[in-house]
């Protein structure tokens, strides 16, 4: 199983930028699709990201496309997301999973990492 730690969140104001990393244990990771994922108060946890196991394919869901870039580096068994002109909404805390397909979307782990906390004041 590939095991991952979040980081690079904090409080931003609107407008601003944050890089997120995740970095994954070693083994499989290359082998994978890598997902972010977040999730906001009282609201379900999403993909809005997707990285395909070489890189070259990526998806973003619509409410985060022209601001947040998702890439990878293999060789670091790193995943990060950059994210620009942030918004109050895109308040969450913040995960990283390896997906079960670069199509499907879907987590492949049922157990996550603690997540990294994003919060942008208006």
């Known amino acids: 199983q590939v095991q991952v730690v979040e980081s690079g969140g904090g409080l931003v104001q609107a407008g601003g930028s944050l890089r997120l990393s995740c970095a994954a244990s070693?083994?499989?990771?290359?082998?994978?699709?890598m997902g972010w994922f977040r999730q906001a108060p009282g609201k379900e946890r999403e993909l809005f990201a997707a990285?395909?196991?070489?890189?070259?394919?990526?998806y973003n869901m619509d409410s985060v496309k022209g601001r947040f870039t998702i890439s990878r580096d293999n060789a670091k068994n790193t995943v990060y997301l950059q994210m620009n002109s942030l918004k109050p909404e895109d308040t969450a805390v913040y995960y990283c999973?390896?997906?079960?397909?670069?199509?499907?979307?879907?987590?492949?782990?049922?157990?996550w990492g603690q997540g990294t906390q994003v919060t942008v004041s208006s």
């Open positions: 999973n390896a997906l079960r397909s670069y199509y499907s979307r879907a987590p492949r782990y049922d157990s």
């Open positions: 990285i395909s196991w070489g890189g070259d394919s990526t």
């Open positions: 070693a083994g499989s990771f290359r082998s994978y699709a």
